[in-house]
């Protein structure tokens, strides 16, 4: 017999011959027949990109004035093309014109740090990175 509060298996009753046959039916598994539905997200979401990144600015004094290099990968990522947003602490923004460069890693940018102490800005501060 069953305990209180525990239910049964509905069963169905079978004839052959001469003799009655239970077999219990089966329960149907609900957590199986939902995995089959896609969430709505999957269907109403638009792709999200990328707008910004923070990573690492570092210093070259070799480049010029006013441009910034930074690895391709991380272009294609932030969709930047020709001219980059480098913003330091919500205070201080920078533009650069790009150049892509694949020695640079994808996790820094590198600039010329003559000016940028002025600002209270040192090398290999954390900034955010749009594109402009």
């Known amino acids: 017999m069953a305990e209180e509060g525990r239910q049964e298996a509905p069963q169905e009753r079978r004839e052959e ?3 009655e046959e239970v077999v219990p039916r089966r329960k149907i598994d609900i957590r199986a027949a939902l ?3 896609p969430p709505a997200t999957q269907y109403f979401a638009r792709e999200r990109r990328v707008r910004e990144r923070r990573i690492r ?3 070259h004094n070799e480049l010029k ?3 910034a290099k ?3 990968s991380l272009a294609r990522e932030l969709g930047i093309r020709d001219q980059v947003e480098v913003v330091v602490a919500h205070r201080r923004r920078f533009r650069y014109k790009v150049e892509l460069d694949e020695q640079v890693p994808a996790n820094e940018i590198w600039v010329n740090g003559e000016r ?3 600002y209270g800005v040192a090398d290999n501060t954390i900034v955010t990175v749009r594109a402009a």
């Open 116 to 118: 940028l102490p002025e």
């Open 65 to 67: 004035e006013g441009i």
């Open 35 to 37: 995995s089959m539905i």
């Open 17 to 19: 011959g001469g003799g």
């Open 57 to 59: 600015l570092r210093f």
């Open 70 to 72: 930074i690895n391709p």
